[in-house]
């Protein structure tokens, strides 16, 4: 089935601690993305990539990581999270988004306390 | 002015009524639109593409008048199951930029 996988679904941690949340697609698309999504903020794009080792910062990159090493997977990395970084993140894939839109994952909703 | 702006409504409609969501871009440049629906706590699927000559689905029709920089989605015969929120998507020209989300227009389809 083509997707786009996040892992993990929900994930609670402290200030300050590392986390990776995990990316892939099955698809062999081009391009990929992180938005986060908040109450009144609507979704709001992080990070995108166009191909392999390619990435760019989106409208709200501040304190975020990503790497494009494998077409697949797009991990998006908190160094140091904070609770302003609690949110709902979703990644997205797609062959050429102009056309053919972006197939989001299901989502990660992060909770930094 | 933000770049993608839609009503937020909500919009509460009985079952059967026709509804309409606008939807306003800044960027004069923009090339693509679409239309996502996204149900609650859920991730966004996409509902349909946005050309410039108009373009139908069932019961959704999608208009885009570039001239007045606006797109618009009819729903016709509403159901129960087309309560979600509905997103509008712009895609700039210029490459390497990428999607622009409205804010989402909230819609509930009432028995």
């Known amino acids: 089935e083509a997707q786009v996988t996040q892992n993990p679904r929900y994930l609670i941690t402290v200030t300050g601690k590392k986390l990776t949340v995990t990316c892939s697609q099955n698809?062999?698309?081009?391009?990929m993305s992180w938005y986060r999504q908040d109450p009144g903020l609507g979704l709001r794009q992080i990070y995108y990539s166009m191909n392999v080792e390619v990435t760019d910062k989106g409208d709200v990159p501040e304190g975020y990581k990503v790497s494009r090493k494998e077409k697949r997977n797009f991990p998006l990395i908190l160094e140091s999270p904070s609770p302003n970084q609690t949110s709902l993140y979703f990644c997205?894939?797609?062959?050429?988004?102009?056309?053919?839109?972006?197939?989001f994952g299901s989502g990660t909703r992060l909770t930094v306390v | 002015r933000k770049e993608v702006e839609q009503d937020p409504g909500p919009f509460n409609v009985p079952e059967g009524a026709t509804v309409a969501f606008n939807c306003t871009y800044s960027n004069s440049a923009s090339q693509s639109f679409f239309w996502y629906r996204q149900d609650c706590r859920k991730e966004p699927k996409l509902l349909m593409s946005v050309y410039s000559s108009g373009n139908e689905d069932g019961r959704f029709t999608a208009q885009l008048n570039r001239a007045s920089q606006y797109i618009s989605l009819l729903i016709r015969d509403s159901k129960l199951s087309d309560s979600a929120t509905y997103l509008c998507?712009?895609?700039?020209?210029?490459?390497?930029?990428?999607?622009?989300f409205g804010p989402g227009t909230r819609l509930s389809v009432l028995p």
């Open positions: 698809m062999n698309h081009e391009y």
């Open positions: 997205a894939s797609s062959l050429f988004p102009g056309v053919n839109g972006y197939t």
């Open positions: 998507v712009a895609w700039p020209s210029n490459y390497g930029q990428n999607f622009v």
